[in-house]
């Protein structure tokens, strides 16, 4: 095996695999959990060429990925939680288009995951574990399967912003959670609950509307959040859209409608259950396309927090919000 990393943490030429590592991701734990697994890399690897790059502020893996994809790496891997799965998938894709990168050697680079972070909703939709080990197992052997991107634009300091997300978008009080988990993570697996109830404090339900399939505007009275889904999970293990399949060409919406603190708690047991599709106040849409904003001029109500918008966990912008699938974009390794 051969690692390839220049010193500025850019990549080589590297022939085979490239594993991009967030250094700080997981509390600092992912680099560790990273440097204990060399023996089994080194075993699991010994026949290919592989390099390593860790990661060193914001969007960098999306660049690391995007230059080993051109060079046609045969995976590029991404080591740590959703949102550097959420950064590798955006490499993927040409900057500021839609279009997957091409690679020099004709055949598209495939997608590779190492669960180390302290998100790992994704793998959940394939009845992964959060196992590292088990993890480079499954990569080595290579096996692919084609599976759908969505892509978001959003509203983002005076102009409209896109990315791709690989796992679920999601606005409103979910967006706003999002933003309030990082101070929580030294819970663990409790950070998103408890960030959810800090988040019902600021949060007011808002009227919107959505336009499905490019058909005519309907309207959400009093949303709460909407979470546009290309997989199952999020927030730390909640089973939000159950009958999501990440191939299938299709989003899975779930809006959230008149909710309060209480009924959160309430119904929390039945969200990680996957069984709140039936519940008052929640409706449940398959879509290949779909537009919202805020029903009131604008995307802020006076006195109110602007409905905010992420994807993967990763904050975007705010409303108004276009969300599409990309049908088998990119291959993964499963």
């Not at 959810?196 to 959040?225: E, I």
Request: with cysteine.
């Amino acid at each position: 095996m051969t690692e390839a990393m220049t010193a500025d943490g850019g990549v080589d030429d590297v022939d085979d695999f490239l594993f991009i590592i967030n250094p700080k991701g997981g509390n600092g734990q992912t680099l560790k959990r990273w440097r204990q697994l060399a023996p089994e890399l080194e075993a699991t690897f010994k026949d290919f060429k592989v390099g390593q790059a860790l990661t060193t502020g914001p969007a960098h893996a999306t660049t690391l990925a995007r230059d080993a994809c051109k060079k046609g790496v045969l995976g590029v891997i991404a080591v740590g939680g959703d949102g550097t799965i959420h950064e590798v998938v955006n490499g993927f894709f040409e900057e500021d288009t839609a279009k997957v990168v091409s690679s020099r050697r004709g055949k598209r680079t495939a997608l590779g995951i190492v669960p180390a972070g302290t998100g790992s909703d994704f793998i959940r939709s394939f009845g992964w574990k959060a196992d590292s080990r088990a993890a480079l197992a499954r990569l080595v052997r290579g096996q692919r399967k084609a599976i759908d991107v969505g892509r978001v634009t959003c509203w983002d300091n005076g102009k409209m912003k896109s990315r791709f997300f690989i796992n679920e978008a999601d606005l409103g009080l979910t967006a706003l959670v999002g933003r309030g988990v990082p101070p929580w993570k030294w819970l663990g697996g409790l950070s998103y609950s408890a960030a959810t109830v800090q988040a019902f404090f600021s949060h007011v339900n808002t009227d919107l509307r959505m336009k499905v399939d490019g058909g005519p505007w309907q309207a959400v009275p009093q949303n709460t959040g909407t979470i546009v889904a290309n997989a199952q999970y999020f927030g730390g293990g909640m089973k939000i859209a159950p009958k999501a399949d990440p191939a299938d060409g299709q989003l899975d919406v779930l809006a959230m409608s008149h909710f309060r603190w209480y009924d959160f708690l309430r119904s929390s047991p039945r969200l990680f259950a996957g069984t709140h599709i039936d519940l008052k106040g929640v409706t449940a849409l398959r879509v290949k396309t779909l537009e919202i904003e805020a029903a009131l001029e604008g995307d802020k109500v006076p006195g109110r927090q602007p409905f905010l918008v992420q994807a993967d966990g990763e904050p975007l912008g705010t409303l108004p919000a276009s969300f599409s699938i990309l049908p088998g974009a990119i291959d993964l390794l499963v």
